[in-house]
């Protein structure tokens, strides 16, 4: 039997910190949407016609977020142990991180999308 060296995703490690990774680029990205809004207004009285630097850090966060996402999917369809993931093994308390990682991503990821939308679209600051 060959000695198969895994792949980088299976070398990582799902933990607290990468559970909490999403919700802190979303909550990143929120901060950045208003200061982008409230430093706008102030100073031009209005929106930049096409916000290069706030598009180009949504992508990022978007990017980074689906990152995310994908290895936590990639570590929840590791082989071993049986749904409901309920036991107190490895493999399992991996799979719980990864599913709940996994969950917060999309959540993390649908709330950028909405964040950038009023100061993509919006024109005028009232």
Sequence with gaps: MKNRRPHWSERLKVTLWTLI????IWAGHFLFSYLWAAISCAKAG??????????????????????????AWHQGRMPGGSVPHEDSTDIDRLRFL??????????????VLFTAMPVIFLEDCL
């Design 98 to 111: 990864a599913k709940s990682t996994l969950l917060l991503a999309g959540l993390s990821f649908v709330g």
């Design 46 to 71: 209005t929106f930049a016609t096409f916000p290069l630097l706030f598009v180009a850090g949504t992508i990022i966060a978007l990017a980074l977020i689906a990152l995310s996402g994908w290895i």
């Design 21 to 24: 990774l999403p919700p802190a």
